[in-house]
């Protein structure tokens, strides 16, 4: 397998309904093939072993629902221009599989709301953006994504956000 020299880490970070993703996504149109795409997101701890009822209860808004021993091996290969396995979270099953076709670029755009939490992880980006936005705003564009794109409910997301 080819490795990349020079690989480069872009952090994105802000509150949840930020504009992360549409961040990252004009990014990518801009960079094109040069740049691939990475959501903390992905780095979930698996959670299919735990009851329904429970898995509803899950706060995703806290740092320990990712695995960051994984994230961390993760971000070391990227710099390493070694391409590496690319989780995946499933909000539907809780399971966390391999995504398929994602390939190591020269700029990785990495979005999440807890990427610069842990002071050791922060070494591994080379530019670090942080949005905001008002908090009303941040809360709809949330139940809006989280309803149509993971299977939950409006009163769900609304109860998480309380």
Not at 134 to 161: I, M, W, Y
Request: with cysteine; net charge positive.
């Amino acid at each position: 397998m080819k490795k990349i020299p020079h690989v480069r880490i872009i952090a994105v970070v802000g509150g949840s309904g930020a504009g992360k993703s549409w961040l990252v996504a004009r990014l990518g149109q801009f960079l094109g093939r040069q740049a691939c795409h990475v959501q903390l997101d992905d780095f979930y701890r698996d959670r299919s072993h735990l009851p329904p009822g429970r898995r509803r209860r899950i706060n995703f808004d806290h740092p320990r629902a990712i695995d960051w021993t994984r994230l961390e091996k993760f971000l070391g290969r990227c710099l390493q221009g070694r391409q590496t396995a690319m989780p995946h979270y499933e909000f539907k099953t809780h399971r966390v599989t391999r995504r398929d076709g994602w390939q190591l670029r020269p700029i990785v755009i990495m979005e999440g709301l807890w990427l610069l939490r842990r002071r050791r992880l922060r070494r591994y980006f080379d530019l670090k953006l942080f949005l905001d936005a008002p908090a009303n705003l941040r809360c709809t564009r949330r139940v809006h994504r989280d309803v149509a794109e993971r299977g939950f409910t409006a009163a769900s997301v609304k109860q998480q956000l309380a």
